[in-house]
């Protein structure tokens, strides 16, 4: 996801842009794997968006900053523990912080540049929590309205819209015990919240149902076989096994521009000049063209069977340009670690940059195909809508972000 950087200390790095043009493909395969999940992995980030949806029509201010300014104030009990779970935000950013009115909170660069609710905004709107198709712009719907309604959201809506007030309200410390990143769910939300998930009968919903019933799955190896696992509806396992494909043909053609980059990070260093002609490209990524190729003749049935265009587009890139065409394409695809110019292939802006981490995601489980990051992630999920512990929570982070 792109989002609009304006001073040093928001910026978000470019290699996280390295998609090679098919970003509609990467959503429309993690759409039709797990409809409606975004990048939710655990449910309390709904609470907050909801509350703070609900507390900026009461101020009519866009919702966007409000949900900071919310996430923020829940993060305070975890970042003063300094807890180590990937559940918590900002320990570094706000350390020392004294200003912890809605006033400081919700002010651009008080918290940090990637918050949580980023991932909320397609669950929260494919549940029924909120209209709209902006986080900035969203307005309470059905689901948050019955959530707001119920005993302990409305208490803690009452203390939440005092404190935007401007006020210290009664119950405000404990409040934020309630619902910070690290907290149980009240059971009563829980339960809404589950059933917005796997309760319906639209086929969304009824996709998610059968995976939740599998328990664990698919796995990359499971998704190897042409017939669906029990539950799974034939369509379902098409899209699965080609949204898997398609993000492992990705990833083979990334590995072809890692390995240029890599040489031509070491002629840069060299103080020679950081270009390689297609020829010294093509004998230098030789392994990793070739394994790209082989993948694409093995594995292409199954992209080509969902018939989604711009991954069958990729496909036949690779499967049909000569090697000089298909670096050329890619160089051309990426443009932002490694870039076409002049008839050579050079370094982008963004080489040699750290990827950011995938901070939506908890840990992946082999249990799981890796490739379609939101199969585990709906684990997790259903996992602790259900009263047990989230499994993405069980290993701490090993460095917090911002």
């Given amino acids: ?23 509609s493909a990467v959503r429309h395969f993690n759409d039709c794997s797990v409809p409606g999940l975004g990048g939710m992995w655990f449910p309390m980030p709904i609470l907050w968006s909801v509350l703070a949806v609900s507390i900026a029509e009461e101020l009519r201010v866009p919702a966007l900053p409000v949900g900071n300014a919310i996430e923020a104030l829940m993060m305070r009990q975890a970042t003063e523990e300094r807890l ?10 706000m350390q020392g912080l004294e200003d912890w009115s809605f006033k400081n909170l919700k002010r651009r660069g008080t918290y940090v540049v990637q918050p949580i609710r980023m991932a909320m905004v397609q669950p929260l709107v494919a549940l029924g929590f909120v209209r709209g198709s902006r986080y900035g712009a969203f307005t309470i719907h059905t689901a948050g309205a019955q959530m707001l309604n119920l005993p302990v959201m409305a208490n803690y809506r009452r203390i939440l819209g005092a404190w935007a007030h401007g006020g210290d309200p009664h119950g405000l410390k404990k409040m934020r015990e309630d619902l910070s990143p690290n907290a149980a769910v009240p059971p009563e939300v829980r339960k809404l919240i589950l059933a917005r998930l796997i309760g319906g009968d639209d086929p969304s919903t009824s996709r998610r149902r059968s995976l939740v019933a599998l328990g664990t799955g698919p796995s990359a190896s499971q998704l190897d076989a042409v017939e669906p696992l029990s539950g799974i509806t034939p369509d379902h396992w098409t899209d699965l096994r080609a949204g898997a494909a398609f993000m492992d043909l990705r990833n083979a053609a990334l590995a072809v521009l890692y390995r240029l980059e890599h040489r031509l990070l070491e002629l840069r260093d060299a103080n020679a000049a950081a270009v390689l002609s297609v020829d010294e490209a093509s004998n230098l990524a030789g392994e990793p063209l070739a394994a790209l190729r082989q993948y694409a003749r093995q594995q292409g049935d199954r992209i080509d069977a969902r018939a989604e265009a711009t991954s069958r587009k990729f496909l036949s890139e690779v499967r049909d340009l000569s090697i000089p ?78």
């Fill in 1 to 23: 996801m792109s989002w609009g950087i304006l001073a040093p200390d928001t910026l978000i790095s470019l290699r996280r842009q390295q998609n090679l043009g098919l970003a």
């Fill in 325 to 402: 065409q298909l670096l050329q394409k890619l160089a051309e695809r990426e443009g932002t670690v490694i870039r076409w110019r002049d008839g050579r292939i050079g370094l982008g802006p963004a080489a040699n940059e750290m990827s950011a981490s995938g901070e939506s995601e908890p840990v992946k489980d082999a249990e799981f195909a890796p490739q379609l990051f939101r199969l585990y992630n709906l684990h997790c999920v259903a996992t602790e809508l259900n009263g047990r512990v989230n499994p993405g929570c069980q290993d701490s982070a090993d460095e917090e972000p911002a």
């Fill in 84 to 93: 180590a779970d990937r559940r918590v935000r900002g320990i570094r950013k």
